[in-house]
């Protein structure tokens, strides 16, 4: 069975960092496209990046050269670097698995708030 | 900037048929986009309902169908259930690995 777990959200000030994981069970991280999508409270779905199987990334322009998507294939895990952090970027992340061009399995989410 | 366009709200009966749409601020939708479709109630993490425009995600009942109607693609809810209630978010994916949601559908059943 498939199964992300995010972790490593909570408050940060504005202009911090903090770094979001995905640990994966039931499949390899590795072998699969793999997305982070966020939702502000109260709003909706927001895509925030990808990265391919064969380690490439692309980011949304809202956080282009702030965050950064990695994965440790040893561990299984998706990561997702945020720096330079901005109230605007408070929301539920999400990790997603992708399928046809589509997201297929989500975890349940980890908030990050920004907030002095 | 791409908008992806959906109706705020929109509501059915139970037991009725209903057609979400999901477009486009300039163009058309088609296969090309991969149109899904995912359901979310407050507080859970989405669930994906269709990918690839009409492909149905394991698990879902065939209530649930994709389709393109016209310029936009569609979701289509038939024998509408009081648990269909949630919001219904639409992505397309727009090329050169970028992704645009729409801004939700609210489904009401009553």
């Known amino acids: 069975e498939v199964q992300l777990v995010e972790s490593g959200g909570g408050l940060v000030q504005p202009g911090g960092s903090l770094r979001l994981s995905c640990a994966a069970s039931g499949f390899t991280v590795s072998s699969n496209y793999m997305s982070w999508v966020r939702q502000a409270p109260g709003k909706g779905l927001e895509w925030v990046s990808v990265?391919?199987?064969?380690?490439?990334?692309n980011y949304a322009d809202s956080v282009k050269g702030r965050f950064t998507i990695s994965r440790d294939n040893s561990k299984n895990t998706l990561y997702l670097q945020m720096s330079s952090l901005r109230g605007e970027d408070t929301a539920v992340y999400y990790c997603?698995?992708?399928?046809?061009?589509?997201?297929?399995?989500w975890g349940q989410g980890t908030l990050v708030t920004v907030s002095s | 900037q791409t908008v992806v366009t959906q109706e705020p709200s929109l509501s059915v009966s139970p037991g009725g048929t209903v057609t979400l749409t999901c477009g486009l601020s300039?163009?058309?939708?088609?296969?090309?986009?991969?149109p899904s479709w995912y359901q979310q109630t407050p507080g859970q993490a989405p669930r994906t309902l269709i990918y690839s425009t009409n492909s149905r995600s394991s698990g879902v009942p065939d209530r649930f169908s994709g389709s393109i109607l016209g310029n936009k693609a569609a979701l289509t809810v038939t024998g509408a259930q009081a648990d269909d209630e949630s919001d219904y978010y639409c992505v397309l994916y727009m090329g050169s690995g970028i992704w645009v949601f729409g801004g939700g559908t609210k489904l009401t059943v009553l």
């Open positions: 990265i391919y199987t064969g380690g490439n990334p």
């Open positions: 997603a698995t992708l399928r046809g061009r589509g997201f297929d399995s």
């Open positions: 300039s163009g058309s939708v088609s296969t090309s986009y991969y």
